[in-house]
Nanobody, 117 residues
Framework: QVQLVESGGGLVQPGGSLRLSCAASGNIKGIDDMAWYRRAPGQQREMVAT???????NYLDSVKGRFTISKDDAKKTVLLQMNSLKPEDTAVYYC???????????WGQGTRVTVSS
């Protein structure tokens, strides 16, 4: 059973930074294509950033230039560096395979990010 555990969230002021981590454990050989998602209060979950097994990245327009996705294959970890945070980035953040994948890992609990002064 594969488990995804997200961490690194918290309360931060506008303009601040956070670094989220997604650790995969269990019966998993390595990290394939992965993505970070977020679900803001009262909204649908949206895909924020993706990274392929080869390291190519893609971002939601609203986070381009502020967020950076990366991965550590040896540690089976996917990271999301978030800079210049805005109140509209407030959400619970999750990791999983990208939208359009034929299958998904079980969803983790997510990590809550609150951007507020």
């Amino acid at each position: 059973q594969v488990q995804l555990v997200e961490s690194g969230g918290g309360l931060v002021q506008p303009g601040g930074s956070l670094r989220l981590s997604c650790a995969a454990s269990g019966n998993i050989k390595g990290i394939d294509d992965m993505a970070w998602y977020r679900r803001a209060p009262g909204q649908q979950r949206e895909m924020v950033a993706t990274i392929t097994s080869g390291g190519s990245t893609n971002y939601l327009d609203s986070v381009k230039g502020r967020f950076t996705i990366s991965k550590d294959d040896a540690k089976k970890t996917v990271l999301l560096q978030m800079n210049s945070l805005k109140p509209e980035d407030t959400a619970v953040y999750y990791c999983n395979r990208p939208v359009g994948s034929m299958w998904y890992w079980p969803w983790g609990q997510g990590t809550r990010v609150t951007v507020s002064s």
